[in-house]
């Protein structure tokens, strides 16, 4: 079956560091989102992505993020600068199809800790 | 504005039923249920759209009620492999893009 996969599971930077998360989505799907979760708290909304551009973005998303589809098959997310308070976990998500129709499928996250 | 779900935890012995609910203040489009598990990515359960659909998969099921802009999961007979966090994300619009997430309902099946 096939799956959104991320990498790395697990980075550990320095505060201030630039750090770039690295999803494969779906193969065919068109949609791409990314969410962040802080240890314990709800998952919340990063950013949409769709033709090559954003679709929408959250308040959390501001100029210290970025996103990518640098080739066919990855999408990216950059924290420029990091500060403790990224510290969470990123899910990337995948889906078929916009609208209220689309299934996002997460894949099994990038655990980012700031030190 | 995220929606608000109710109870924030639940413990249940095997076999038995709960039902957990997902409000919004604003009118909703669409629900997504997703089950997570501790450590783990959110795994999607099923969506429902306005218009008081009801969808079933397996003995979890689901109704969205457009009048009350709300939505609840049903879990019956439950079973140890349901345990873990349910969050309902919400849609306010047909342009599909972001959810957004209730607080999540901590669920423990008990043998």
């Known amino acids: 079956e096939p799956e959104v996969t991320q990498t790395p599971s697990h980075q550990v930077t320095q505060m201030g560091q630039e750090v770039i998360l690295r999803c494969v989505p779906i193969s065919n799907h068109l949609y791409f989102y990314w969410y962040r979760q802080i240890l314990g708290q709800k998952v919340e909304f990063l950013v949409s992505?769709?033709?090559?551009?954003?679709?929408?973005k959250s308040e959390i998303f501001d100029d210290q993020f970025s996103v990518e589809r640098p080739d066919g098959s990855n999408f990216t997310l950059k924290i420029r600068s990091t500060k403790l308070e990224d510290s969470a976990m990123y899910f990337c998500a995948s889906s078929g199809s916009g609208g209220a129709r689309g299934t996002q499928y997460f894949g099994p996250g990038t655990r980012l800790t700031v030190l | 504005q995220q929606p608000v779900q109710s109870p924030q935890a639940v413990i249940l012995r095997e076999g038995e039923d709960a039902v957990i609910n997902c409000s919004s203040s604003k009118a909703l489009y669409s629900v997504h249920w997703y089950r997570q598990k501790h450590g783990e990515a959110p795994v999607f359960l099923m969506i429902?759209?306005?218009?008081?659909e009801q969808k079933g998969h397996d003995k979890i099921s689901a109704s969205f009620n457009e009048k009350k802009q709300q939505s609840s999961l049903y879990l019956t007979a439950s079973q140890l492999s349901y345990s873990g966090t349910y969050f309902c994300?919400?849609?306010?619009?047909?342009?599909?893009?972001?959810?957004?997430f209730g607080g999540g309902t901590r669920l423990m099946v008990k043998p």
């Open positions: 992505f769709y033709n090559n551009e954003i679709s929408e």
């Open positions: 429902l759209l306005k218009g008081g």
């Open positions: 994300g919400t849609e306010y619009n047909n342009a599909g893009n972001m959810l957004t």
